[in-house]
């Protein structure tokens, strides 16, 4: 028998199957309006997609933001439990986290067996987080999936003081009236980026090796901006954007 996570975030939902101690597959969509017609609509998709009966599904946990919209699920765990299940499965040698989502941040502490020692989070401000990078490619006219290609370009990254997503905006529109590179601003916006989660992960005490989930993890120059920034080595796996799903599918197997 399997199980599955789902973990509905705020830009996207993921889903992931689990049995026999292997992960069988995963799946992303948008969150869109509706999170409960999203969190059903990925698990069928995961379903077709591994060819996984419903029926051979023992049990399901749910994750993220909007855990509680998954009226099917057996249960639901918060996203601190399964990143750290999920990143110590992937690999578990890991010591830190760094997760970047839709709309928070977190740094997460792990010990030897993969536990939760400590952690901390960023939810008040949208400042490091996905919805900030949305907000600076629209700025940008960017598409932002091309922002980490461009940022590593940059010979001069701009520089960027307001960490508030608001007034960084306007930095941003400023920095674009002068004339400066465009490549050159979202570098900069990515080294701004660095320095408020590097200042979020020094609450913690990091330790390596350090792993990065979640979305931005597919952001190679908010990757490269966070590895100067901390003097370290970041791992980013494949399965970055859908570790708390994955960690979630773990944690089912044990219910």
Do not use: W
Not at 65 to 85: L, Q, W
Not at 126 to 144: D, I, K, P, S
Not at 145 to 174: H, N, R, W, Y
């Amino acid at each position: 028998m399997g199980t599955a996570g789902i973990d509905i975030g705020s830009i996207t939902t993921k889903a992931a199957i689990f049995e026999g101690g292997k992960l069988l597959g995963t799946k992303v969509i948008f969150t869109g309006y509706n999170a409960e017609l999203a969190g059903r609509k990925v698990y069928e998709d995961v379903l077709d997609e591994t060819c996984t009966d419903k029926n051979s599904i023992e049990k399901i946990v749910s994750t993220g933001y909007g855990r509680n919209s998954v009226k099917f699920a057996d249960k639901s765990y918060t996203e601190i439990m399964c990143h750290a299940i999920g990143a110590h499965f992937l690999n578990p040698h890991i010591r830190s986290i760094i997760d970047i989502g839709g709309q928070d941040s977190k740094a997460i502490l792990l010990d030897d067996h993969g536990k939760v020692k400590n952690f901390v989070m960023n939810d008040k401000c949208a400042a490091g987080t996905g919805r900030f990078l949305e907000v600076m490619a629209r700025a940008m006219e960017v598409n932002l999936d091309e922002f980490g290609a461009m940022s590593i370009k940059s010979k001069q990254p701009s520089a960027i003081s307001s960490l508030c997503t608001v007034f960084a905006e306007s930095e941003v529109i400023s920095l674009i009236a002068k004339g400066e590179q465009r490549q050159d601003i979202i570098a900069g916006i990515h080294e701004s980026i660095a320095a408020r989660v590097s200042s979020m992960i020094g609450r913690v005490g990091i330790q390596e090796p350090v792993m990065i989930t979640g979305g931005v993890a597919r952001n190679i120059g908010v990757i490269h901006a966070l590895e100067k920034k901390l003097g370290m080595k970041i791992e980013v796996s494949p399965y970055a954007q859908v570790n708390g799903a994955i960690g979630a599918a773990i944690l089912a197997s044990s219910l």
